[in-house]
């Protein structure tokens, strides 16, 4: 694996980008619920982009970083792959539990 060549940022091509975008957004839509976060997040990639973004990596990451910054799916599904205006037929629930330690099924003990 140490001889293997590492993943090279200003070579992702726009999927990539846009996997990578939408990964993150998800992530900070479940762990970040707080609305003053988000608009300070919303604002900053923006500027970000058009401040070095581009510069560093090239223009095939405008339109995923700009699903990051929640704009418009209206604006964004002409240019991007996945369209995430359209309903999916998988069904997301509203909560998951996490099982609490005792609720998790016993680890055997192996006889030697």
């Given at each position: 694996m140490g001889a293997n060549e590492s993943a090279q940022l200003y070579k992702l091509t726009e999927l990539q980008w846009e996997f990578f975008f939408t990964c993150w957004r998800y992530n900070l839509d479940f762990y970040r619920d707080d609305p003053s976060f988000h608009r300070k997040f919303n604002l900053g990639v923006p500027i970000y982009y058009y401040t070095m973004g581009r510069r560093m990596f090239g223009k095939a990451m405008k339109y995923p970083i700009m699903r990051l910054a929640h704009f418009p799916e209206s604006i964004l599904s002409r240019r991007?792959?996945?369209?995430?205006?359209?309903?999916?037929?998988?069904?997301?629930?509203?909560?998951?539990?996490?099982?609490?330690?005792?609720?998790?099924p016993a680890i055997p003990i192996l006889a030697d």
């Open positions: 991007l792959y996945l369209d995430l205006r359209k309903n999916s037929p998988l069904i997301t629930p509203e909560k998951v539990e996490i099982p609490t330690q005792n609720l998790r």
